[in-house]
Nanobody, 132 residues
Framework: QAKLVESGGSLVQPGGSLTLSCVAS????????IAWFRQVPGKVLKELSC?????????DYSELVKGRFIISRDDAKNTVYLQMNSVNSEDTGVYYC????????????????????????WGKGTPVTVST
């Protein structure tokens, strides 16, 4: 059974850093695009970043996190990471990873532009709270 499981969410102080993990099981991440989304209560689920399936492994970032967050992947560990730097209170929320086959597209951005509709397989999320 294909599954994505997020971890690493916690309480972090403003200006601090945190790294989230998304582990895939039941399938190989090779040729799978993975994206990170954030859900704030009462607000729309927001796409943050995505990373292409190999061999390209290029990445795309929303303006919300560009220059602060870094997405990376380790296919040997079947894991995608989201390194969050210079966090602020607006980064508080539940973080989800989502995936889909690259299909005929060469960049994950081709799917991320559709938001949550661009991805079929979802984890259950990990909560992040930015607070003093």
């Amino acid at each position: 059974q294909a599954k994505l499981v997020e971890s690493g969410g916690s309480l972090v102080q403003p200006g601090g850093s945190l790294t989230l993990s998304c582990v895939a099981s039941g399938f190989s991440l090779d040729r799978f695009a993975i994206a990170w989304f954030r859900q704030v209560p009462g607000k729309v689920l927001k796409e943050l970043s995505c990373i292409d399936g190999n061999p390209g492994a290029g990445a795309d970032y929303s303006e919300l996190v560009k220059g602060r967050f870094i997405i990376s992947r380790d296919d040997a560990k079947n894991t995608v990471y989201l390194q969050m730097n210079s966090v602020n209170s607006e980064d508080t929320g539940v973080y989800y990873c989502a995936g889909r086959s690259m299909g005929t597209e060469t960049t994950c951005g081709a799917y991320m532009k559709f938001g949550s509709n661009g991805f079929a397989l979802w984890g259950k999320g990990t909560p992040v709270t930015v607070s003093t």
